[in-house]
């Protein structure tokens, strides 16, 4: 789909898990991927569609670059501007790099992308462990920050790479985890001009529905934000999630003694994710096409029901409306995501739906219905 047919720019959230690395082998076993979470699903109650099954690109492997250039040519095809890769940092040590080091590599696929920071510590949340901390993620300071910037620096300078407003557009997942967030963005910014880049454009993922206190980017540094639909009990913490998710409420416990999942409504939950309307013009929305963690979680996971492709086109629909009147550079919709099969939360073709997630994009981002308007067509 061309640029000029496309009402919004459409950015996929996309996991670069599809492969063995070492930590993985010694933290979960040899050969391990999230496939194999996926594969293992069961269904735990009566309609709970497990396990998913991959439909055009089957159980893959994100080392292969058929892989890789076929998920771009589905993704351009139904009217996705790019990805927005998952990028890990600890202090110099990098994980899961491969793929996306290959794709900046080989210039293969053609397609545009981003990166988001996951500055998050890896723990045994996914066997209900989360005090058990594999990798800590730590903030050693300014030489840390420098050689963080200056091993993104080729990927900032690939032509390929999205812009907003002329400069490199770059995602922290939380921010307020930055001991000093001002003087990470500060300096970041100013080692992008140094380079000769247009500065940076750096958005934090920190709003939540479920979290209605107001929060102003510009305190952390930031551009702006992303929108996070809570999916799931912790998430609804947003920053206090790493106090509060080893105590569990008592329905929590009663649910879990009954081995059930988290069960809630995927049209309740969305209802009002992009509130309070209008949202702040530095505030970009994030639209969820499904939920369900039981794969990784189990009994510990959630399951949101009522997803299917037409719920999702609502739900994306909303959030385009958000910001089809602002210039085109700032129409960015973020979609999570490409491709987390093991949280149930992908656009990849699946069994159950076909291409439904993707035709679900595609008919808003080319307002196939007609259910958009820009501020120019009004006033014409």
Not at 10 to 27: G, S, T, V
Not at 275 to 295: C, F, G, I, M, Q
Not at 336 to 356: R, V
């Amino acid at each position: 789909m061309s640029e000029t047919s496309r009402l919004i720019r459409a950015i996929a959230l996309y996991l670069p898990q599809y492969h063995p690395i070492p930590e993985n082998d010694e933290w979960w076993g040899k050969g391990f991927t999230e496939w194999t979470h996926v594969t293992r699903a069961k269904p735990l109650f009566r309609g709970h569609v497990q396990p998913k099954f991959p439909a055009d690109l089957g159980y893959y492997d994100l080392r292969v670059p058929e892989t890789r250039i076929a998920q771009a040519e589905l993704a351009r095809r139904y009217g996705i501007e790019g990805f927005c890769y998952w990028h890990y940092w600890f202090a110099g040590r990098r994980l899961l790099e491969r793929p996306f080091n290959e794709v900046l590599r080989s210039g293969q696929p053609d397609f545009p992308f981003c990166l988001a920071w996951a500055n998050h510590s890896w723990n045994a949340a996914w066997i209900g462990l989360p005090q058990k901390v594999f990798l800590e993620q730590t903030y050693p300071g300014k030489e840390d920050y420098i050689a963080h910037f200056e091993a993104l620096l080729p990927a900032f300078c690939d032509p390929r790479y999205i812009k907003v407003d002329g400069k490199p557009l770059f995602v922290i997942f939380r921010p307020s985890f930055i001991p000093d967030p001002v003087a990470f963005t500060d300096l970041w910014r100013e080692l992008a001009t140094k380079s000769g880049l247009n500065g940076l454009y750096i958005l934090g993922m920190c709003c939540s529905p479920w979290n209605r206190s107001p929060w102003r980017p510009e305190e952390y540094g930031l551009d702006g934000c992303i929108t996070v639909t809570g999916q799931s009990p912790e998430s609804r913490f947003g920053e206090k999630h790493d106090k509060l998710v080893n105590k569990r409420t008592l329905k929590e416990r009663i649910r879990i003694f009954l081995r059930r999942p988290c069960i809630e409504s995927y049209s309740a939950l969305v209802a009002h994710a992009f509130e309070p309307k209008p949202l702040p013009r530095n505030v970009y929305p994030s639209a969820l096409s499904n939920w369900d963690s039981t794969p990784r979680h189990g009994i510990r996971g959630t399951v949101l029901t009522g997803c299917c492709p037409d719920a999702f086109r609502r739900h994306l629909l909303d959030a385009a409306r958000c910001v089809i009147d602002r210039e085109w550079d700032h129409r960015l919709v973020f979609i999570k995501s490409w491709n987390e099969w093991a949280e149930g939360n992908y656009l990849e073709p699946d069994a159950q739906f076909g291409h439904g997630w993707l035709e679900a994009v595609k008919s808003v981002v080319s307002n196939e219905c007609g259910d958009l308007e820009t501020a120019d067509s009004k006033n014409a």
